[in-house]
């Protein structure tokens, strides 16, 4: 039995808490190693003096009076105490006191554990948790904070779609877009997020997100990939709608990257860029007007150049006509020689309305309408129509077009003109090349809002005599060229608001690099 005791001493000994047994008084019984590590006293210096005044504990505080008022009436108490070691410093001590009757007295047995750094972590964490309130609530910028569980389970749930946003999340359907955005849930905002949206309380705010914001505007799949990714940051444009209906052109920014990532809490900015948008489009108008201008003043010129290539094939065929005249009048009328001339008078008339012709589509007065498309399917088309072409010259054809590419707001019909215009002039620039015959079309973002569109070949090159000169209306190299097809570009990319240029590769061929507003301003007047 004494071996058993023993066995009990040894194995309190080993307990990290401080187990104490002390009399009603205060007189410690018994002080295990607990307590030794924890308050610094030896057994030998605790046994027989009483606890209060060994730790310092200043039992007339109302929590000690508490604790021993309870531990009386219901036999324990639980709570936390703060208690002096052997070298003068406070601990903070959860403990739990239970009444004990041993032989008629009665005894308390403490057990003890420190829990001083762990409340120090928790005032830190209370700490930065309200440095982090008061900024969210203070900010000028409108928060949200969002909880995208749901739509993360719905992902992982959805065979191969959570593939599909990492992958192509430019290919992602409308709907399923919708599907997802009214998983994402707004749990939290500050005051400058109610301003902005119109309202007059956070509770108004909270709730599904897509009660602002519209799949069709916002990219959701490409949010949703940054997310999976765990990219740093994920930016972007879009509208949202506010409380009164109006849509806001607004910047959002996602946060994702924190240590301690927890999808509920998802930290969103939202600045109402509203007014530079307006600013833009007003820009984009102002080029679009100047454009319009420059263009009256580009229509004179051309007329005085179609009149001076005009009159060479006009002068021909009068000439031609006149001798034609000439040899039926003559007292014995030379008939192959006249119709020699009425036929040399055909082609010249001939190779008039051809200029007259190709001009046309430069000066015809169509309107063209502004509207939504998607550049990757326009330029996957275009190179669909001109299949045959391509294989006939032997040209091999690769179109890269990066990711994120959105819908477009323009004229697609000028867009796909320029386009075919440029891949008919690498074709023709690569006849006689005999080796990688071979067309490259990128699409890629340019600079905000805009997007390059390239056409590269492996042909010979801009001659450098024509360097300079192959965007004037009617310059040419090629025996059979108009030397309008490059001109007829810079009309339509002008009016569009975009621009076209070219350069040599450092190889071989050239590189001509449309540059294209991603929405054009929607006038609906005549634009060419
Ligand atoms: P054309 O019908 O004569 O080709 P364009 O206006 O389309 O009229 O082109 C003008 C000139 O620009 C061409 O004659 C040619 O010298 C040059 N050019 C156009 N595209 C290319 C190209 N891909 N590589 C080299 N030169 C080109």
């Known amino acids: 039995m004494e071996t058993d005791i023993d066995d009990l001493y040894q194995l309190l000994d080993l307990s990290n808490d401080a187990i104490v047994v002390r009399e009603l008084s205060g007189n410690v019984l018994f002080w295990n190693g607990g307590a030794e590590r924890l308050y610094g006293y030896t057994r030998q210096q605790a046994i027989g003096r009483k606890l209060s005044t060994l730790l310092d504990a200043d039992s007339s505080s109302d929590l000690h009076a508490v604790g021993t008022a309870l531990l009386l009436s219901t036999g324990s108490w639980k709570g936390e105490i703060a208690q002096r070691t052997a070298s003068g410093i406070v601990i903070k001590v ?156 607004v910047a959002i920014g996602f946060s ?60 021909a065929l ?79 054809i690769d179109v890269k077009i990066a990711q994120d590419i959105r819908e477009m707001v323009g004229d697609p019909v000028g867009v796909q003109q320029v386009l075919v215009n440029l891949i008919n002039n690498g074709i023709e620039a690569m006849t006689g090349v005999i080796v990688d015959k071979r067309l490259t079309l990128t699409v890629a973002p340019a600079e905000h809002g805009f997007v390059r569109l390239s056409v590269s070949d492996t042909g010979h090159g801009i001659v450098p005599e024509s360097e300079g000169h192959i965007f004037t209306p009617f310059f040419t190299t090629k025996p059979s060229g108009m030397g309008i097809g490059l001109a007829i570009c810079v009309s339509i990319l002008e009016i569009a608001g975009g621009s076209l240029s070219a350069r040599n590769n450092t190889d071989r061929g050239a590189t001509f690099d449309v540059i294209l507003p991603v929405s054009s301003p929607e006038t609906g007047e005549a634009r060419r």
């Open 94 to 249: 959860s403990c739990s006191w239970t009444l004990s009757e041993r032989d008629g007295s009665c005894r308390v047995i403490e057990i003890c554990s420190d829990i001083t750094s762990a409340s120090k972590t928790k005032e830190a964490l209370d700490r930065s948790e309200a440095r982090f309130r008061s900024i969210f609530e203070n900010n000028s910028v409108a928060l949200l904070e969002m909880d995208f569980t749901r739509v993360i389970q719905e992902l992982a749930a959805a065979p191969g779609l959570a593939d599909s946003v990492r992958n192509r999340p430019n290919e992602i359907e409308k709907n399923i877009s919708q599907g997802l955005l009214a998983q994402i849930r707004i749990n939290d905002c500050n005051s400058a997020a109610v301003r902005m949206l119109g309202l007059s309380h956070k509770s108004e705010v909270l709730g599904g997100a897509q009660r602002w914001i519209s799949a069709s505007d916002c990219n959701i799949p490409a949010m949703l990939k940054a997310l999976l990714e765990r990219d740093s940051i994920f930016e972007d444009e879009c509208t949202i709608r506010g409380a009164d209906g109006e849509s806001l052109t």
């Open 256 to 315: 994702f990257s924190a240590k301690d990532f927890e999808l509920d809490r998802i930290l969103v900015a939202v600045l109402d860029v509203t007014g530079a948008h307006e600013h833009r489009e007003e820009l984009t108008r102002a080029h679009f007007r100047l454009a319009k201008e420059g263009r009256a003043a580009a229509v004179g010129a051309f007329s005085a150049s179609i009149v001076h290539e005009l009159n060479q094939p006009l002068a």
């Open 318 to 396: 009068l000439m031609n006509v006149s001798a034609s005249i000439r040899w039926l009048n003559r007292p014995e009328p030379n008939i192959d020689a006249a119709r020699n001339s009425a036929m040399h008078a055909k082609i010249e008339g001939e190779r008039a309305r051809s200029i007259l012709e190709q001009t046309k589509a430069r000066m015809t007065t169509e309107r063209m309408k502004v509207i939504r498309y998607e550049l990757p399917e326009l330029v996957r088309n275009t190179v669909t129509i001109l299949a045959r072409d391509l294989e006939a010259a032997d040209v091999e």
